[in-house]
C-alpha cells in the first residue's frame, strides 16, 4: 500500500494553508450571531446552565449522531501520532476557541433561528460543494454515485431554488459526500502522520494534502478568485462552520463529557471515521455530516 509515511517525516507536518480564511471565518460568525432573532421556539436555559430545546413538535430535526455509538475506536498502536506534544497544544487552543467563541455562537444560531431556515442553510451549503463531490466521484470510478451527485445538484439548484430545499432527496437522489482525501485513500493512499490543523481540527497528511486539492478544484472558490470576491471565500467558510457546529453540539458534548481523554478520543474516532467513508460503508454515510473533530474544528472538507 501506498503511504505518505515519507512525506510526513520531510515535513513538519501539513500547515493549514486556509488558516486566515478560517480565522475569518470565526470573525464572520461573530457577527452572524449579532443578527440572530430569537423566535418562539428559543430555548429555557435551566438552572444547571442546561440546554432545553423548545422546538415544536412535527419540527424535522437533522439528527444528532451518537458517535460512540457508531464507531469503534481505533487502537492507538494503529494511529502514528509523532507530533502529540505539539497536536494537543493546538488541540488546547482549538478547544479554547470552541468554548468561548464558536460552541456560544452555534448554539445561539441553533435554539433561536427557525428550524426551516437552518435545514436550508444546510441544504444550500450541500449543494455548493456537490461539484466537489462529483468530481471526487468520478474520479473513484463510482459511476452510479457520480450520477446520483449530478442528478441532485440539478434538481436542486432547479426546483430547489438554488439549492435552499433539499428536493433531490424526496425524488430518490439522496446526499452523499466525498473529498480528495477519500479519492486519495481509494487508490490506497495510507493515511501518514496524524495532525490537529488550527480551526480545522483532527487531520492527516494524506487528508490535509486533499483538503487543499478540494480548495483549488472547487468552481465556486475559483470563480471568486477570479473576481477576487474574499467577501464569498470568508462568508462561505463562516456560514459552513456555523451550520456544521450547530448540527453537532450534542454529539461533541457528549464525546467531550465521556471522554477521559478528549483528544485520544477524538483521534480514535477521526481516524475510524475516515476509514468507513473510503469504503463508503452504511454508517459512514448515515453520519456523513457528523464533524469528528476537535471542539475548534470551524469548518469540515
Known amino acids: 500500500m501506498v503511504s505518505l509515511v515519507d512525506f510526513g517525516r520531510r515535513k513538519s507536518g501539513p500547515r493549514a494553508g486556509r488558516s486566515a480564511l478560517g480565522l475569518a471565518a470565526v470573525l464572520s460568525l461573530g457577527l452572524l450571531a449579532g443578527c440572530a432573532q430569537p423566535n418562539a421556539g428559543a430555548p429555557q436555559i435551566g438552572a444547571s446552565g442546561g440546554l432545553i430545546d423548545a422546538a415544536q413538535p412535527g419540527d424535522q430535526q437533522f439528527a444528532q449522531s451518537d458517535l460512540s455509538d457508531i464507531y469503534s475506536d481505533a487502537s492507538p498502536g494503529d494511529i502514528w501520532d509523532p507530533l502529540e506534544p505539539l497536536n494537543r497544544f493546538i488541540f488546547a487552543i482549538n478547544d479554547a476557541l470552541d468554548t468561548f467563541l464558536i460552541k456560544p455562537i452555534a448554539v445561539t444560531y441553533h435554539f433561536w433561528t427557525p428550524a426551516g431556515v437552518q435545514h436550508s442553510v444546510t441544504n444550500f451549503v450541500r449543494n455548493l460543494g456537490a461539484p466537489v463531490v462529483l468530481l471526487n466521484d468520478v474520479l473513484q470510478g463510482e459511476w452510479d454515485r457520480a450520477e446520483m ?5 440539478f434538481i436542486n439548484s432547479t426546483a430547489g431554488f438554488g439549492g435552499l430545499f ?13 473529498d480528495f482525501g477519500q479519492t486519495l485513500g481509494t487508490y490506497g493512499v495510507g493515511p501518514g502522520l496524524y495532525v490537529v490543523l488550527p480551526l ?14 478540494d480548495s483549488y478544484t472547487d468552481p465556486w472558490n475559483d470563480l471568486a478568485r477570479v473576481e477576487d470576491s474574499n467577501t464569498f471565500l470568508y462568508g462561505r467558510a ?21 471522554a477521559i481523554d478528549y483528544y485520544a478520543r477524538l483521534r480514535s474516532l477521526y481516524t475510524q471515521r475516515r476509514a468507513d467513508q473510503i469504503r463508503n460503508s452504511s454508517d459512514a454515510e448515515d453520519a456523513a455530516g457528523t464533524v469528528v473533530s476537535d471542539a475548534g474544528k470551524n469548518s469540515s472538507q
Do not use: M, Q, W
Open 149 to 153: 451527485t449530478a442528478g441532485r445538484f
Open 238 to 258: 463562516a456560514v459552513t462552520g456555523l451550520d456544521l457546529r450547530a448540527r453537532n453540539i450534542d454529539s461533541l458534548d457528549e464525546v467531550k463529557r465521556d
Open 166 to 178: 433539499d428536493v433531490a432527496t424526496d425524488s430518490g437522489y439522496p446526499y452523499h459526500d466525498e
Open 200 to 213: 480545522f481540527g483532527p487531520s492527516n497528511a494524506r487528508d490535509a494534502v486533499g483538503l487543499l486539492v
